[in-house]
């Protein structure tokens, strides 16, 4: 996140590592205030800041929507430059980025969650070796080593999707 003139911003796109904080705040002036999405494109060690509108807001020119960012890198910047593209972020989306509180919290109860669920796995293993310790082995036995054996594979699959 990014704060300019008590504007936030996101960075969308970094090209080639285009963006810059000093240079940006040094380039960057009023008139871009209105616009939502910033571009910045770099030609012979020189920053340039155009404004885009959203692609829903009427009345806006066409070529300064952001749908229109691409076509505005192929036809007005160098071939290949290096280039950034910024989204100015709104008060809701501020606050949301700037507690980290909750996202801990979160991230613990989650944690947690999988960590009783390993426990509880590992319980029910324990209780099954003993049991099939005590028993004779038969193929009834083989059959059910087999089906747990499967649905434990299974668990631990889904489990190791929950993670990634």
């Known amino acids: 996140m990014i704060n300019v003139n008590q504007h936030y911003f996101h960075i969308i796109e970094n090209h080639k590592d285009a963006f810059n904080q000093e240079m940006f705040e040094g380039r960057y002036s009023e008139i871009l205030d209105r616009y939502p999405y910033i571009v910045g494109d770099i030609g012979f060690e020189q920053l340039r800041l155009k404004g885009f509108f959203d692609d829903k807001k009427k009345g806006a020119d066409i070529s300064k929507r952001f749908s229109a960012i691409q076509d505005y890198l192929l036809e007005y910047c160098n071939f290949g430059c290096a280039y950034f593209v910024l989204k100015r972020l709104t ?41 099939a310790d005590d028993s004779k082995p038969t193929a009834d036995n083989e059959i059910a080593d087999e089906s747990h054996h499967a649905l434990k594979e299974k668990n631990m699959k889904t489990f190791s999707n929950f993670i990634k």
């Open 91 to 131: 008060e809701s989306e501020v606050v949301k980025l700037t507690q980290p509180e909750l996202i801990t919290d979160i991230e613990s109860n989650e944690h947690d969650d999988l960590t009783e669920v390993i426990v509880e796995e590992e319980i029910e293993d324990s209780v099954v070796d003993e049991v």
